[in-house]
């Protein structure tokens, strides 16, 4: 069935009661051979086979009638990340910055389907992806309203592996796993990055603890800025989290055993619950649907509730890959009912000044490490 855009934008909102809603969904279709070549061989001789780009749509069976799914935006193969970013983030970074709104961003799908190229980038320096263009903007922002506001940037990085929250900015490895108390994670490395580059460094663990000390807040507090900000200027303090979802595949399907099928396990239970837990939102009247039982729907669950979402569901177009490509679809129909309301972290706001804090969230394992 093909899959479009929504041209009319307040079909993309049905269910919603006319209102707009603060989730927004994407699709994304990655290319179906990626970089895999084929050849004939011929006598003596090998010529390569050009390969047809496929139409951007996918098939189901055809003893199945089709099925017309209806997105806020849909990306071709030959989409990229930077168009995504531009037409489907950046609006939320901004919030984040400007009006102290919480973001959220997440990539959904199965392995392989481009998750982690959407949020992390690929491997080439320009290939960026959502993280670098949203630490590029954010940078970009504050550089060009340095006259009017003054900007705390931090970070964190964490991870969910089974079920334990790890964090990634912490000194040593051996660091218990992080506990969940209310909606915040206590005790969550949160490091102040003054630039692009020492955020990237930050999140690479390439960072050397001094340099880290040199932009932390007390010495900027100390000094007497320039453009009249006090210690009873009011902080608007906003969130970004930035999320690469573990596949969203079942663990049966890949022939995982032991850890790797309790890893996959533990993953699909999380997911499903991110699933029902849209569902929650969707209704008029709060449903219970067990969403404190894992950490990944603890933690977003404040955020989905509050804030402005992006949600970029990635599909393999392989016909190999229909089913869970279905899965992704149906999943993204049932995050697009959700109406919320975004709202700002502080009412009164004296100043400009804004603090950020940038998360960044993984859950990965060994299971979707193709
Ligand atoms: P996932 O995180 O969903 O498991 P990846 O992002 O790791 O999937 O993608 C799997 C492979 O396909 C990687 O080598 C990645 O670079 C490549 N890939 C995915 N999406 C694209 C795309 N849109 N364009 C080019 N290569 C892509
Ligand atoms: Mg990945």
Redesign the pocket.
Request: hydrophobic share 35%; with cysteine; aromatic share 6%.
């Given at each position: 069935s093909a899959i479009r855009p929504s041209t009319n934008k307040k079909r993309a909102t049905d269910g919603n009661d006319g209102k707009e809603s603060n989730i927004k969904l994407s699709v994304?279709?990655?290319?179906i051979n990626?970089?895999a070549r084929s050849f004939v061989a011929s006598g003596n001789s090998i010529t390569e086979v050009q390969q047809q780009q496929p139409e951007p749509t996918f098939a189901t069976p055809r003893r199945k009638a089709a099925s017309e799914y209806i997105y806020d935006s849909v990306y071709g193969?030959k989409?990229?990340?930077h168009e995504i970013y531009n037409e489907f983030v950046s609006n939320i970074v901004s919030s984040v910055v400007n009006d102290g709104v919480n973001g959220t961003v997440f990539?959904y799908?199965?392995?392989?389907?481009?998750?982690?190229?959407?949020?992390?980038g690929?491997?080439d320096d320009g290939?960026n992806g959502v993280i670098q263009l949203a630490a590029n903007q954010i940078f970009d922002t504050i550089k060009q309203d340095a006259a009017a506001a003054e900007y705390k940037v931090k970070v964190s990085y964490l991870e969910i592996y089974i079920e334990d929250i790890v964090d990634l900015l912490a000194d040593s490895n051996s660091a218990a796993p992080l506990e969940i108390r209310g909606e915040t994670i206590n005790n969550l490395v949160e490091r102040e990055v003054a630039s692009y580059e020492d955020l990237m460094l930050t999140i690479e663990k390439k960072v050397v603890e001094t340099a880290v000390g040199n932009t932390c807040g007390d010495d900027k507090e100390n000094s007497t800025p320039s453009n009249g900000f006090n210690a009873s200027s009011l902080y608007l303090t906003s969130v970004l989290s930035l999320v690469?979802l573990a596949?969203s595949e079942s663990a049966k399907l890949t022939g995982a055993q032991g850890q790797q099928l309790k890893e996959g396990g533990a993953i699909n239970k999380s997911l499903t619950a991110l699933g029902l837990l849209f569902v929650g939102l969707s209704q008029k009247e709060p449903i219970n649907t067990g969403y404190r039982n894992y950490k990944l729907t603890r933690i977003l669950k404040p955020l989905l509730q509050d804030g402005k979402v992006a949600i970029i569901c990635?599909i393999n177009p392989s016909l190999a890959y229909c089913k869970t490509t279905e899965y992704t679809l149906k999943f993204a129909e049932r995050a697009k009912r959700v109406k919320t309301t975004a709202v700002r972290n502080m009412e009164t706001v004296h100043s400009k000044a804004t603090t950020l804090s940038l998360r960044l969230e993984l859950e990965e394992s060994k299971v979707?490490?193709?």
């Amino acid at each position: 069935s093909a899959i479009r855009p929504s041209t009319n934008k307040k079909r993309a909102t049905d269910g919603n009661d006319g209102k707009e809603s603060n989730i927004k969904l994407s699709v994304r279709i990655r290319p179906i051979n990626n970089g895999a070549r084929s050849f004939v061989a011929s006598g003596n001789s090998i010529t390569e086979v050009q390969q047809q780009q496929p139409e951007p749509t996918f098939a189901t069976p055809r003893r199945k009638a089709a099925s017309e799914y209806i997105y806020d935006s849909v990306y071709g193969e030959k989409s990229t990340t930077h168009e995504i970013y531009n037409e489907f983030v950046s609006n939320i970074v901004s919030s984040v910055v400007n009006d102290g709104v919480n973001g959220t961003v997440f990539s959904y799908g199965q392995t392989g389907s481009g998750k982690t190229h959407t949020m992390q980038g690929g491997d080439d320096d320009g290939d960026n992806g959502v993280i670098q263009l949203a630490a590029n903007q954010i940078f970009d922002t504050i550089k060009q309203d340095a006259a009017a506001a003054e900007y705390k940037v931090k970070v964190s990085y964490l991870e969910i592996y089974i079920e334990d929250i790890v964090d990634l900015l912490a000194d040593s490895n051996s660091a218990a796993p992080l506990e969940i108390r209310g909606e915040t994670i206590n005790n969550l490395v949160e490091r102040e990055v003054a630039s692009y580059e020492d955020l990237m460094l930050t999140i690479e663990k390439k960072v050397v603890e001094t340099a880290v000390g040199n932009t932390c807040g007390d010495d900027k507090e100390n000094s007497t800025p320039s453009n009249g900000f006090n210690a009873s200027s009011l902080y608007l303090t906003s969130v970004l989290s930035l999320v690469d979802l573990a596949g969203s595949e079942s663990a049966k399907l890949t022939g995982a055993q032991g850890q790797q099928l309790k890893e996959g396990g533990a993953i699909n239970k999380s997911l499903t619950a991110l699933g029902l837990l849209f569902v929650g939102l969707s209704q008029k009247e709060p449903i219970n649907t067990g969403y404190r039982n894992y950490k990944l729907t603890r933690i977003l669950k404040p955020l989905l509730q509050d804030g402005k979402v992006a949600i970029i569901c990635c599909i393999n177009p392989s016909l190999a890959y229909c089913k869970t490509t279905e899965y992704t679809l149906k999943f993204a129909e049932r995050a697009k009912r959700v109406k919320t309301t975004a709202v700002r972290n502080m009412e009164t706001v004296h100043s400009k000044a804004t603090t950020l804090s940038l998360r960044l969230e993984l859950e990965e394992s060994k299971v979707e490490n193709d």
